[in-house]
């Protein structure tokens, strides 16, 4: 029921902008999320907002990266800017009934990965 676009390969310094759509129900009283993960290492929480707009960042990509969504259209985004090769990693989007659910990676859905390759 959801599903992330836009993943690739882009250059140090470059942007992507990644999608998250959403079917099957409104997702506009969850929270929404980006998440990430690299071979072996736990996945973490990238960026999150909250029904009303509330915003939560990993601090390793603030300033750089903004989460946003359209209710409208049941689609949450991640825009990616001044891309490091360190943000290289599996990106996932997900939904949480609360904002504090999603900060506690307690996600009720859970999208496709999509890659995201910096190269240096």
């Known amino acids: 029921q959801l599903q992330a676009f836009g993943g690739g390969m882009v250059q140090a310094g470059g942007s992507l902008r990644l999608s998250c759509g959403a079917s099957?129900?409104?997702?506009?009283?969850?929270?929404m999320g980006w998440f990430r993960q690299i071979p072996g290492k736990e996945r973490e929480l990238v960026a999150g907002i909250g029904s009303v707009g509330t915003t939560n960042y990993a601090d390793s990509v603030k300033g750089r990266f903004t989460i946003s969504r359209d209710n409208a259209k049941n689609t949450a985004y991640l825009q990616m800017n001044s891309l490091k090769p360190e943000d290289t990693a599996v990106y996932y989007c997900a939904a949480a009934r609360s904002f504090d659910s999603l900060v506690r990676k307690e996600c009720e859905y859970w999208g496709q990965g999509t890659q995201v390759t910096v190269s240096s």
């Open positions: 099957g129900r409104t997702f506009s009283a969850y929270g």
